[in-house]
């Protein structure tokens, strides 16, 4: 899938996304143009989703992490269905998932307020069975590239 001229290119951009093509090319002993075309073969190819930024979600006054799990009335939630909950703007991630429950949330709130009326307008949809919340009190490690740095070396 990826050779190891790509790892090394996507271990570097792991640490820092904004490095010029010039800078990655010396640290990963390559022309600038050939890290550009891995890179964008890497985009084409969807190994590589987007650039974005990593904002600290509680300085923007998002204090509350809260998984949902959802129970539903149905076997399987069609498009529609899903679409309600894609919409909902404090879902960060929505998990199909084998076991008890058929759906786990990651949702981002203000403050329990928010929280609560969130699970108030989930209850509200009609194939919504029931929930429970778990909110995460400290969280002990944040390091979504972990894995994927992991595999990369």
Known sequence: MVNEKDKKILLELIKNGRISFADLG????????SVYSRIKSLQ????IRNFTVNLDKKKLG??????ILIDTELKSLKSKE??????LPQVSEIHSVLGRYA???EVRAKDMKELSDLIE?????????????????ITKKFMPQHP????LK
Request: avoid cysteine; proline fraction near 2%.
């Open 26 to 33: 010396r640290k990963v002993h390559m022309t600038r143009q």
């Open 44 to 47: 084409h190819r969807g190994i």
């Open 62 to 67: 998002l204090n509350i992490i809260a998984y």
């Open 148 to 151: 994927v740095r992991g595999i």
């Open 103 to 105: 759906l786990i949330l």
């Open 82 to 87: 899903m679409t309600n909950l894609i919409k």
């Open 121 to 137: 307008k989930i209850h509200e949809f009609p194939y919504i069975r029931r929930t429970e919340t778990l909110i995460v009190h």
